[in-house]
């Protein structure tokens, strides 16, 4: 399976216009939205209606396994807003965040944290049906 990323077009709108925006909090956000803004011009941008359940997108609730310790993650992917760790919320400008959307259930995700380079594999992905 190709790690090619697949982007809800309402959610590129969303992002790309938050990042233009300025909206970020700090120097760190800012960093990040630079990557995210990269990320965005990367994936297929596919329509509500072609858009697979299985995609992480902004509000996906996601269970991922960290591939060197085995241990799982539940994490949901927000905006920087909306973001609460102690919830398990994390904001889509936050290293994991920008990681991860894009990615479907079964690939595996590599990615520069702050930490070092970190693997994950995305388990579960759950996505509320579009209205």
Do not use: C
């Not at 216009?17 to 941008?45: C, H, P, R, W």
């Not at 329509?47 to 539940?74: A, C, M, W, Y």
């Not at 400008?93 to 944290?113: C, E, F, S």
């Amino acid at each position: 399976m190709t790690n090619e990323l697949i982007l809800l077009k309402e959610d590129v709108q969303l992002l790309t216009s938050y990042i233009k925006g300025g909206n970020y909090l700090n120097l760190f956000d800012q960093k990040n939205a630079e990557k995210l803004k990269e990320e965005l011009t990367k994936g297929t941008v596919l329509s509500k209606e072609e858009f697979p359940l299985d995609v992480i997108r902004l509000n996906s609730t996601v269970t991922i396994q960290d591939h060197r310790t085995g241990k799982l993650i539940n994490l949901m992917l927000v905006l920087p807003e909306k973001a609460a760790i102690n919830d398990g919320k994390v904001s889509v400008l936050a290293p994991i965040g920008t990681a991860l959307i894009g990615y479907r259930k079964g690939q595996t995700v590599n990615w520069k944290m702050p930490a070092g380079e970190k693997m994950y594999k995305v388990m579960e992905v759950v996505n509320e049906a579009f209205a």
